[in-house]
């Protein structure tokens, strides 16, 4: 049984990526093949350094943001699970509409980041990461992680 509800965990998590990553995964990973682990131990762990992974358009971003998360694991080679995400106000960044810092269809963007708690599966240690959708930097891995393209 256990067995049965690992397997339809990961078709469900699969399935997740193609809807969200749609035509972004094969230049999201061109890019990834530049990335290099950061030496800042806070890269990624911290608001204030979140993973910066801003595309050309909002479901671009989250797309972007699902494929970078699913290529990433432990150093020994664990995938990571997400296992919730929510919402932050960013402290480096100001939306750009004070009253409303996270409206998709009146074109405002920024202030905010996600944070995805996820877990190396196997184990129940957690993992936060930060990122940011709405700016970009060259793309890193946070300090202690791999990359593996799928």
Known sequence: MTRLFQLLLVSFHLCIIVLFAGCNGPELSI??????PSADSTYGYTPKNAIRIGYY????????????????????????????????FDPVNEPSHPLFPRRGDLNISGGMLDCYRLVPVGTHDTISLFIDIYHSEKLQIPKDLIWQSQ
């Open 31 to 36: 890019l990834m093949k530049t990335a290099r």
């Open 57 to 88: 358009d909002m479901s671009g971003s989250i797309g972007a943001s699902r494929y970078y998360l699913h290529g990433l694991r432990t150093a020994n080679g664990k995938q990571l699970e997400v296992i919730s995400r929510w919402s932050i």
